[in-house]
């Protein structure tokens, strides 16, 4: 690994080693194995190409909220007790987890992802998601999942097939939750915003 950002100008694979990297995609897709990365080390991105980081592991840090406007993809490889934190860009971000339910957790910061953009859930691990303003289309995501707003975001949450805790964050905001893959599970709602949850099953509970 380098602590030297990489411009590149085709589409190319690379293997992260164990120190900070800077990747700056110049527009171009490039994919990222950080399966040799190390706990405390950070991945930043920079410009428009999209990204995939494969073998995200414990205390591993994915910061694309420098300006980063590609499409990112995050899958983690998590043991027990495990976590990653990921700071999405701009655009849709999506985040998959491994391994038994709850095994790791998936921390997504998405102050940088846009409205009506799409965070995608999709996996086993706990995922925790803050400063939400954008969109979450969890319905692939197995894990419990952790959401609290931005201030006053209107915005729309298709939670997974486990326990799901949502914060509206302040009086204007507002919550659509699609409750339709839950499956005898557990929806809590707090906050000033208002929620609208539609989807319901018999065996579910709010």
């Known amino acids: 690994g380098s602590g ?25 897709g490039v994919t ?17 190409g999209d990204v995939g980081v494969f073998n995200a592991g414990d205390g591993f840090t994915v910061d694309a909220s420098g300006g980063y406007s590609g499409e990112l993809t995050v899958s983690a490889s998590l043991a027990s007790g495990d976590a990653l934190d990921v700071f999405t ?6 985040v998959i987890g491994d391994g038994a339910i709850n095994s ?11 409205d ?14 803050t400063n939400l303003q954008g969109d979450i289309a969890g319905a692939s995501g197995s894990g419990t999942l952790e959401v609290t ?12 097939s486990n326990d799901s805790a949502i914060t509206g ?22 906050g000033e915003a208002s929620f609208t949850v539609t989807n319901v099953g018999s065996s579910n509970r709010i």
């Open 89 to 94: 860009g701009s655009a849709q971000t999506t």
């Open 32 to 48: 990222l194995d950080a399966q040799a990365a190390g706990s405390g080390d950070t991945l930043t991105l920079g410009e428009s």
């Open 149 to 160: 707003t931005a201030s006053d975001a209107v915005l729309d949450i298709a939670t997974g």
């Open 4 to 28: 030297s950002p990489t411009d590149f100008s085709e589409d190319v694979d690379i293997r992260l080693g164990t120190a900070n990297a800077t990747v700056n995609t110049n527009g171009n």
């Open 116 to 129: 009506n953009t799409d965070l995608v859930i999709e996996g086993s691990d706990r995922v925790e998601v």
């Open 169 to 190: 964050t302040g009086s204007g905001g507002a919550v659509t939750v699609d409750a339709s893959a839950m499956t005898d599970d557990r929806l809590d709602i707090d």
């Open 104 to 114: 790791g957790t998936i921390r997504v910061d998405a102050t940088q992802l846009l």
